[in-house]
């Protein structure tokens, strides 16, 4: 069974930084275009960054220069790092892999919650 679970989540001030990650099990994601959701309470979800099996990335504008999205095929998990980390950032974030031949196959994570507060 494809699963994909991020990990990584948790609390930190304004400011400070947080390392997600994203581990496939059977299917292997050098084959998809991986990207990060957000969603916050309210809110619809958001595409934050993708990446392509070739490596080519993509950034919201409201995260560009503080998310690096990044993928080691050979550990097969992808990572969101984000730094500068500011309130707004808060919400349940989702890794989403599509595959890259295949549109139709694609799977989500089940979400790991980042709050940003003082």
């Known amino acids: 069974q494809v699963q994909l679970v991020e990990s990584g989540g948790g609390l930190v001030q304004p400011g400070g930084s947080l390392r997600l990650s994203c581990a496939a099990s059977v299917m292997r994601i050098s084959l998809y275009n991986m990207e990060w959701y957000r969603q916050a309470p309210g809110k619809q979800r958001e595409l934050v960054a993708s990446?392509?099996?070739?490596?080519?990335?993509n950034y919201a504008e409201s995260v560009k220069g503080r998310f690096t999205i990044s993928r080691d095929n050979g550990k097969n998990t992808m990572y969101l790092q984000m730094n500068s980390l500011k309130s707004e950032d808060t919400a349940t974030y989702y890794c989403?892999?599509?595959?890259?031949?295949?549109?139709?196959?694609?799977?989500w994570g089940q979400g790991t919650q980042v709050s940003v507060s003082s």
């Open positions: 990446i392509t099996p070739s490596g080519s990335t």
């Open positions: 989403y892999g599509v595959n890259a031949k295949r549109p139709g196959v694609a799977y």
